[in-house]
C-alpha cells in the first residue's frame, strides 16, 4: 500500500525550481486531434459484437405509484429482447462523491419523465418502439406541487451566524432588503449520457460518461450487489459534465443488470430529451438579501436567506451562500436555507453548486448598495475585504482580490462608466457593471502512478477529463518534475485499474490528481538522485539530462529498468488552519435596446487570481467557458416547466437556450494574477472551473442597470422582463 501523504503544511515551491519550462505553458491538448478528427471513443462509440440495445422507459405521471408494468404488451413485438424493471435498477442518479448506490424510491414516481424501466432490443429502433408501447399502470396522486412557492419546505439545518445580525442591521444607517429569482438550469453537456456494458463471467466492464470513476464504481458495485472488485469502468474521453456526470446514473445500472440478464452486451444511450428530463439539474432559488452599513460603505450586517429545491427523499440542498459567508465580512452575519419538496426532475451540482446563482443575488445587491451610498461598486468591495473567513476565522491562505478589484478597473476603463442611462447610442443605452467572484477551492484524495523509462515518462491515474485539460497538465507537471519534453510522456486515464483519484468536480481534479502526479514524480526523483549520488535539492533533470554530484547523466544511461513510483495526497491540518478559495473581478459592459428590451453583452474581462496557473490555454478555456455561463445565466438560461403537471417544457438544446456564438462578446479577456497558494495543496494551486462563473452574470446585470436602469429580480434577464423593468425603472 502506498503511504498517503497528508497536506499538513505548507510544501516547497519545487516547480517553480525545475527549470524544465513546461508547467503553466499554453500547450495544446495532447488529446485534441483526436477528438476533432473523430478518434476518441465516447462511451456510445464503441459497440461490442451481439451487443444488444436498451431505451429508458420514463414515468408519465408527476407524483404517484406504479401499479403495475405489463410486459406482455410487448414481450412479443420483434426484436424484443426483455424488461427490466424492479427495486435494484435505479431511478434517481447518485450525488456526487456518494460512493454507494443512490436511495431509491420503491414503486413512487417523483417527477414526470423519471426513468422506470429498460427495454432491450436487437436494434435501438425496436427498443425505443416498445418503450413507448410498454403498458404502465399508475395511481396518480392528486395535486401535484410543481411550484416550489407552494410546496411543503422545511429547514435545511440550523441557520449559520456570526455576531449579531438583526442588531447590526437595526443600527445600520442604510439599509437593503431584496429578493431575487434564478431560474432552474441544466448542464446541458454535449455528449448525452450513455453506458455500455459487458460481463465476463461475473467481472463487469462498464463504459460510461462519467466524472469521477473511483466513487462511481462503488456506486455501481453497491447498486448491483457485487463487490467493487468485480467492476472496472472506462471513460477515458467525456464530452463535458459540468456536475451531470458526477454519479452513476440510470444508463449505467440499467445497462448492467440487462446485459448480466441477457448474457450479452447492452447498450443505452439517453437522447437529448432524456439528458433534459432525467439527468439532475440545478435548482431554482428564492434569495433574500438584507445588507446593512454605515454611510461610508462599511458594511455591518449581511443576511442570504435562501430556498432551494429537491423531489422527497433527496438530501441534496444546493449551498447558494456559500461565496456570502466569507466574501465580505461584516458584524452581523446570517444565513438560512429551506427545501422545497416539489414534483420536477430532481436538483444536484451544476458548475459551482452554490456560487453559481448565490453570487447571482449577492453581487446584484452589493451593486444596489454601492448605488444607495453612492460609492463606486468597485470600491465598496475594496472597504469591505476581510484578511479571514468571517465565519470561521480561518485566514486565507492566498487571497489577491484585491488586486484582482484595481488590476481590473484599470484596464477595463472603469473610470470612463457614465451615471445610468448617461451613455446612448442611436436606440442602444449602454453600460458598464462589475462584480466579485469567488469560489472555495478543495483538496480530495488522489492516487497516481508515474512510470519512467529510458524512453519517456507515462502516468496512470483514473481521474477523467472532461474537456477540462487533465491529459495535458498530468503530462505537463510529469515533463516538468522528470525533466523531460511534453512528447516523451503519455498520459492514461479513466480507468479504475489505474490509482484512484479525486475524479472531475468542484474544481478540484488538478489540484488533486496534480498533486498525487507531482509526488509520484517527486519519488522517482528521489532515486535518480540516490543514483547521481547527491541530494534531492542539488539534482536538476532538464531536456532528458540528470545534473549533481558534478556529473551530467542521461536519463537514458541513468535508468535502465523502469522506475514506477505510485503516490497518495489527501487534505489535512493545513485545510483546517487556513481557508482557501479562488478570487477574482468581473467586468462587462452591454448595451441594451430601448424599445425591445434586448440585451447584448459587448465585452467582458475576469481579472483572477487562481494559485499557480498549470496551462495558461486550457486554465484561460475553462475561465472564459465560466463567463460565457455566467452570461447564459444572467440572460437566456431557463428549464421551463408546464406550472400544472411539471412537465419540463424546454427539453432539447433549440429550446434551452445555452449562449450561441453571436451571444458571446468578441472581446472576453480573461487575466490570471501571478499567484501561490501553499497552504492548499503541495502544487500550489487552486480550482479553476468554477471560478469563471461564479459572479459573472452579476456583472453583466449590473450593467444592465447603469445603462438603462432596469433591475431585473427574475433571471434570466429575458428581453420582456428588461423592458418590464425599464418602466418601473426610478430614474
Ligand atoms: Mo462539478 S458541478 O462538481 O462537476
Keep these: 500500500m502506498t503511504k498517503t501523504f497528508r497536506m499538513d503544511e505548507a510544501q516547497p515551491r519545487l516547480l517553480d525550481e525545475t527549470g524544465q519550462g513546461i508547467v503553466g505553458a499554453p500547450l495544446d491538448r495532447p488529446e485534441g486531434p483526436k477528438k476533432v478528427s473523430g478518434r476518441a471513443a465516447y462511451a456510445a462509440d464503441g459497440l461490442p459484437p451481439h451487443a444488444a440495445h436498451g431505451v429508458l422507459v420514463r414515468a408519465t405521471i408527476s407524483q404517484g405509484r406504479i401499479t403495475s408494468i405489463d410486459e406482455s404488451s410487448v414481450s412479443g413485438m420483434p426484436g424484443v429482447l426483455g424488461v427490466f424493471h424492479g427495486p435494484t435498477m435505479i431511478r434517481n442518479p447518485a450525488q456526487g462523491m456518494a460512493g454507494a448506490a443512490p436511495v431509491q424510491p420503491d414503486d413512487e414516481v417523483h417527477y414526470h419523465g423519471q426513468p422506470i424501466a429498460l427495454v432491450v432490443a436487437e436494434s435501438f429502433e425496436a427498443a425505443r418502439d416498445a418503450a413507448q408501447r410498454l403498458t404502465v399502470n399508475y395511481e396518480a396522486e392528486d395535486g401535484v406541487i410543481t411550484d416550489p412557492a407552494r410546496s411543503e419546505t422545511h429547514e435545511q439545518g440550523d441557520p449559520e451566524t456570526a455576531g449579531d445580525f438583526e442588531a447590526a442591521f437595526a443600527a445600520s444607517e442604510v439599509t437593503l432588503d431584496r429578493t431575487y429569482t434564478t431560474a432552474p438550469h441544466a448542464a446541458a453537456a454535449m455528449e448525452p449520457h450513455a453506458a455500455v456494458a459487458e460481463w465476463d463471467g461475473d467481472a463487469l466492464t462498464l463504459r460510461g460518461a462519467l466524472q469521477m470513476l473511483r466513487f462511481n464504481k462503488k456506486e455501481l458495485a453497491d447498486s448491483l450487489g457485487i463487490d467493487a472488485e468485480q467492476v472496472r469502468i472506462l471513460s477515458p474521453y467525456i464530452g463535458g459534465g459540468f456536475g451531470s456526470k458526477l454519479g452513476i446514473g440510470p444508463e449505467a445500472v440499467a445497462a448492467a443488470l440487462a446485459a448480466r440478464e441477457l448474457g450479452r452486451p447492452v447498450r443505452v444511450v439517453m437522447t437529448r430529451q432524456n439528458v433534459f428530463d432525467s439527468v439532475l439539474r440545478r435548482t431554482e432559488t428564492s434569495q433574500r438579501l438584507r445588507l446593512g452599513a454605515d454611510k461610508d460603505g462599511r458594511l455591518r450586517a449581511l443576511s442570504h436567506d435562501d430556498r432551494v429545491s429537491n423531489i422527497r427523499d433527496e438530501g441534496f440542498a444546493e449551498p447558494v451562500s456559500q461565496a456570502s459567508q466569507f466574501l465580505y465580512g461584516a458584524e452581523g ?167 484512484g483519484a479525486s475524479g472531475s468536480g468542484g474544481s478540484f481534479g488538478a489540484n488533486s490528481a496534480g498533486s498525487a502526479t507531482f509526488l509520484a514524480a517527486k519519488a522517482i526523483r528521489q532515486t535518480l538522485a540516490g543514483r547521481m549520488g547527491c541530494s534531492l535539492s542539488e539534482l536538476t533533470l532538464q531536456d532528458g539530462i540528470a545534473r549533481g554530484g558534478n556529473r551530467e547523466v542521461p536519463l537514458s544511461e541513468l535508468v535502465d529498468a523502469e522506475l514506477v513510483e505510485e503516490a497518495s495526497v489527501e487534505a489535512g491540518g493545513t485545510s483546517e488552519s487556513h481557508f482557501s478559495s479562488g478570487f477574482g473581478a468581473h467586468f462587462a459592459e452591454v448595451a441594451v435596446h430601448a424599445y425591445t428590451g434586448e440585451v447584448r453583452v459587448r465585452r467582458m474581462l475576469g481579472v483572477m487570481a487562481m494559485g499557480r496557473i498549470l496551462n495558461e490555454k486550457t486554465a484561460r478555456s475553462q475561465a472564459i467557458g465560466g463567463m460565457i455561463w455566467g452570461l447564459g445565466s444572467a440572460l437566456t438560461e431557463e428549464l421551463s416547466h408546464d406550472p400544472r403537471t411539471g412537465h419540463l417544457a424546454t427539453r432539447d438544446l433549440a429550446n434551452y437556450h445555452v449562449p450561441a456564438h453571436a451571444d458571446v462578446p468578441g472581446e472576453l479577456k480573461v487575466v490570471f494574477l501571478e499567484e501561490r497558494d501553499d497552504m492548499a495543496n503541495p502544487i500550489q494551486t487552486k480550482g479553476i472551473g468554477e471560478l469563471g462563473i461564479s459572479g459573472a452574470g452579476a456583472a453583466i446585470l449590473n450593467a444592465v442597470r447603469n445603462a438603462c436602469g432596469a433591475r431585473v429580480y427574475d433571471m434570466p434577464a429575458t428581453p420582456d422582463r428588461v423592458i418590464a423593468a425599464m418602466d418601473a425603472a426610478d430614474f
Design 333 to 499: 452575519l446570517s444565513f438560512t436555507q429551506t427545501l422545497a419538496r416539489i414534483s420536477r426532475t430532481p436538483t444536484g451540482s451544476v458548475r459551482a453548486p452554490g456560487e453559481a446563482v448565490g453570487m447571482l443575488a449577492l453581487e446584484q445587491a452589493m451593486d444596489e448598495l454601492a448605488e444607495e451610498l453612492g460609492i463606486c461598486p468597485v470600491e465598496l468591495r475594496l472597504k469591505n475585504l476581510p484578511d479571514k473567513n468571517p465565519m470561521t476565522d480561518q485566514p486565507f491562505s492566498a487571497t489577491r482580490l484585491a488586486d484582482c478589484l484595481r488590476d481590473g478597473a484599470e484596464q477595463f476603463g472603469w473610470a470612463d462608466r457614465k451615471p445610468m442611462g448617461e451613455r446612448r447610442e442611436g436606440d442602444w443605452y449602454v453600460g458598464m457593471g462589475m462584480a466579485s467572484a469567488a469560489r472555495s477551492n478543495m483538496l480530495i484524495k488522489s492516487a497516481a502512478r508515474v512510470r519512467l523509462t529510458g524512453e519517456g515518462a507515462v502516468v496512470e491515474t483514473d481521474m477523467t477529463d472532461i474537456g477540462t485539460g487533465s491529459y495535458a497538465i498530468l503530462g505537463q507537471i510529469t515533463a516538468e518534475m522528470l525533466g523531460l519534453p511534453i512528447a516523451q510522456v503519455e498520459v492514461r486515464l479513466g480507468d479504475t485499474s489505474f490509482p
